[in-house]
């Protein structure tokens, strides 16, 4: 028989099933998978496969590559932000993630909004290189020369709108100098540009251009970041130069999460991620792709985001580069 007590014990279940909503899940509760921007074989690509890894046996789920390279990173980007917000799938973010927001006219996704930021995996240098022929033997000895030059130095680069090309246009601006910007469609073909003498100094990531440094068929001035190479710190960094101690550009990768994914689940990602790359065992294994390992706070990584978008948008609006 139905009677009061069994109509308040039919009261009280009706609010269970939003409770039971509101409560967190266990996470991970399934696999993870890291959407990487870049094809498999490269530095971003190997060091998003070395921290699934770790990461992987932390969390005690698998964590699998799913490389989506092309159209400026605009795939992968759309793919993790119209993913599931629950921390299962997570965006390999980069540099590159800041200059789409200036270099395209519009994109399928907000850089800011649209993903949730976890944390930095680590940077990479930029440097800039002449040949071993070259009468330059310093960093300043080639800002001085095109300084009074105007017009006779020539800077090569990867693509318009590559990071390497708008680190070259920040670096002209910057050191005031007069000089033509030739871009080249990769890596070998602006390095066979500088030792055929097409180009007089090559702006590039450090890490291809290592063999081509240790057989000294080309000779390292210096470094765009904020600390000299910890292999070479003969090496000078751009900011050492007088009128450049404001100068900072390294390239970065970081992992970023859909937009509306929970605080607890971004938080307890960022956590994970900083313990992984503490180890020093993973420190050093970066080290060989050229990578210094570095976590950061979630925070930290969307102020990082947020200064990249605003600078990289002022460089290609300022070197005339037509939106995409």
Avoid: C
Wanted: glycine content about 8%.
């Amino acid at each position: 028989m139905f009677n009061r007590r069994h109509l308040l014990q039919s009261i009280a279940l009706i609010g269970l099933p939003s409770a039971w909503a509101q409560a967190p899940s266990v996470f991970p509760s399934k696999p993870l998978r890291i959407v990487v921007p870049f094809g498999a074989g490269g530095v971003a690509d190997l060091t998003a496969r070395a921290v699934a890894q770790k990461l992987s046996e932390n969390l005690g789920q698998a964590v699998v590559i799913d490389n989506r390279p092309g159209a400026g990173g605009i795939v992968a980007g759309e793919l993790v932000a119209k993913a599931a917000p629950d921390g299962h799938t997570l965006l390999l973010m980069s540099n590159g993630t800041a200059v789409s927001a200036g270099l395209f006219k519009s994109l399928p996704f907000n850089p800011r909004t649209d993903f949730a930021p976890v944390s930095l995996l680590g940077l990479f240098d930029i440097a800039v290189v002449v040949p071993e022929s070259s009468p330059f033997k310093t960093l300043a000895e080639l800002v001085s020369f095109g300084r009074a030059n105007p017009g006779k130095l020539n800077i090569g680069t990867i693509n318009i709108g590559s990071t390497q090309h708008l680190a070259a246009e920040l670096f002209r601006t910057q050191a005031n100098l007069i000089s033509q910007i030739i871009p080249y469609n990769g890596t070998p073909a602006v390095i066979n540009a500088l030792r055929g003498g097409q180009v007089d100094v090559v702006v590039e990531i450090l890490g291809p251009l290592k063999p081509q440094i240790a057989a000294k068929a080309v000779r390292l001035l210096g470094v765009m970041g904020a600390s000299r190479p910890k292999d070479q710190p003969q090496v000078p960094v751009v900011q050492e130069l007088p009128g450049l101690s404001s100068f900072n550009v390294s390239s970065w990768n970081a992992l970023a999460a859909p937009g509306k994914t929970p605080k607890a689940v971004v938080d307890r990602l960022s956590a994970e991620v900083a313990k992984v790359l503490s180890d020093p065992d993973m420190v050093q294994r970066l080290a060989g792709f050229n990578v210094q390992a570095k976590a950061s706070t979630p925070a930290q990584l969307a102020q990082l985001l947020d200064t990249d978008i605003k600078r990289w948008s002022e460089v290609i609006q300022k070197a005339g580069i037509p939106q995409q």
